[in-house]
Nanobody, 116 residues
Framework: QVQLVESGGGLVQAGASLRLSCAASGGTFSSATMYWFRQAPGKERELVARIRYFDSTTVYADSVKGRFTISRDNAKNTAYLQMNSLKPEDTAVYYC?????????WGQGTQVTVSS
């Protein structure tokens, strides 16, 4: 059974950095497209970033381009989201997701709070 566990969230001030990690188990991580989504209170869940498994190409939401970087380490079965220059509007629960064998799996989420 595929499991995704996020870590690295927390409370920071505006302008700070955080790195989120998503540890995967129970599936073929190297062939999984990985995503980071986020959901702020009262808002819909939105895609933050994606990294494909076969060529590691990335896609970012316009709101995070130039500040966030998604990456992966297949040897460690882990995906990362490096978040720099954080803004209060980045406050949300961040979720890791993985597409494996035509199914999407989700982590439990990690809270990121950015104070002004």
């Amino acid at each position: 059974q595929v499991q995704l566990v996020e870590s690295g969230g927390g409370l920071v001030q505006a302008g700070a950095s955080l790195r989120l990690s998503c540890a995967a188990s129970g599936g073929t991580f190297s062939s999984a497209t990985m995503y980071w989504f986020r959901q702020a209170p009262g808002k819909e869940r939105e895609l933050v970033a994606r990294i494909r498994y076969f060529d590691s190409t990335t896609v970012y939401a316009d709101s995070v381009k130039g500040r966030f970087t998604i990456s992966r380490d297949n040897a460690k079965n882990t995906a990362y989201l490096q978040m720099n220059s954080l803004k209060p509007e980045d406050t949300a629960v961040y979720y890791c997701a993985a597409d494996i064998s035509q199914r999407r799996y989700w982590g439990q989420g990690t809270q990121v709070t950015v104070s002004s």
